[in-house]
């Protein structure tokens, strides 16, 4: 009679055991997706930044070499190149006033089921191009 007592006991002993690994394999599954959660979002902030540095770095270009060509028009810039999957970029320049232009920039990128959109008005301050250089601009100081 004792041996059937001690094999039940190695049974429940094994059952428990099993069941014991199986909580901590969800429990670590919920992790490990909770960090795939957070790796894709950091990854699409940083395109985000990226895309809005593009951006805004084309349309200071743009307007400074096209004058008011481009003014009012929603321009689809490719993304393709930057290897951004499935991203997308617009640059609307708004009217030139006081040495200042707004930009609109709308950008997009998807990783996965996630897509991160932006949107955002920004302003480019213009320089006279006599005064380009650094150093010869004029300071708001007046010195």
């Known amino acids: 009679m004792k041996r059937r007592k001690r094999n039940g006991f190695v ?19 919920g992790i490990a997706n909770t960090m795939q959660f957070q790796s894709h979002t950091a990854y699409l902030r940083a395109c985000e930044r990226n895309l809005l540095a593009s951006g805004l770095g084309w349309a200071k270009q743009n307007i400074e070499n096209e ?4 003014l009012d028009k929603t321009i ?7 290897d951004i999957r499935g991203s997308a970029l ?7 006033s006081d040495g200042e232009a707004e930009v609109q920039i709308n950008s997009s990128c998807t990783r996965g089921r996630q897509t991160l959109k932006g949107d955002g008005r920004y302003r480019i301050e213009l320089y006279d191009k006599q005064e380009a250089t650094p150093g010869t601009r004029k300071s708001a100081a007046g010195d």
């Open 11 to 29: 049974l429940v002993l094994v059952i428990t055991v099993l069941a014991v690994i199986g909580i901590q394999m969800f429990a670590l599954a």
């Open 67 to 70: 004058g008011g060509e481009i």
């Open 76 to 82: 689809e810039l490719d993304a393709g190149r930057m």
């Open 90 to 96: 617009g640059v609307t320049i708004g009217t030139l």
